[in-house]
């Protein structure tokens, strides 16, 4: 187990929309139209225990984002863009969802894009941040603004990023599946509830045709890989009780709102 102190089951997800970002659907998708943009949301969640939660993906850095040169610098290219509600939407719903930040236990990162880590600036001197190695190499050598990586929200002093090599249980009834392709060290999450499985594909798969294709996102570091993983969150999918919910897809039930799941 990588995160001390939770115990129990997961009792909830609580399904975060952090912002929204225009994308070319042949970046979602392979064969997808590169003249026809996606309006996506951002999205996160918190995995609830009785005592603890776990929050898996952190949104943009909605102190970058309104800041017009740094703005300018990470957001602004080639008809990408990005959107935030009014507020701190991280801070705003994790208030709604009535989760207390004390009580956190980890965050872990599916990927080091910086439409998931942005709110890695509110855990400086907090708990774990759990990342695969293989993503956390690239993220700190070779990634850039090109690749749509920006350091400053990850090489933050006073976080304690801890390094996963592969497939791992974070917490009791939580464990990651490798789902590198998108990202040299990209990884999705199960989360067990009571009578079924979610999987959060996160961007393995953005929009729920990549799961029922299956067909992989069109924009990946190694497509060969991405191929692999999505042909298995397809067939993780046709498992009895389990659904595999996309990433960014604006038109996927669970992103329509932020709200808990199953609901009360
Ligand atoms: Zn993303």
Redesign the pocket.
Known sequence: MTLPGVTGTPRALYRFVLGY?PIRESVSIEGGDPARFLL?P??AAAVCYDDAWVLL?SGFDTDAVRDPARRAARYNYDSYTALLPPGDPLVDQVRAAGLDWRRLSGCAL??L?L??TGGLRLLEGGPPVLVQRAEWEFATTEADARH?YARDDYLRPGLDVRLLDGETELAPGLSTLDTRGRTPGHQSFRIGLAGRTVVLA??AA?LRANITGPRACGWATDPVAARVAIRRLHELDRQPATEVWP??DPDWWAWQEPGLYPAR
């Open positions: 970002e996506e951002v999205t993906d599916s990927h894009h439409d998931h749509v996160c961007d953005d990433g960014h």
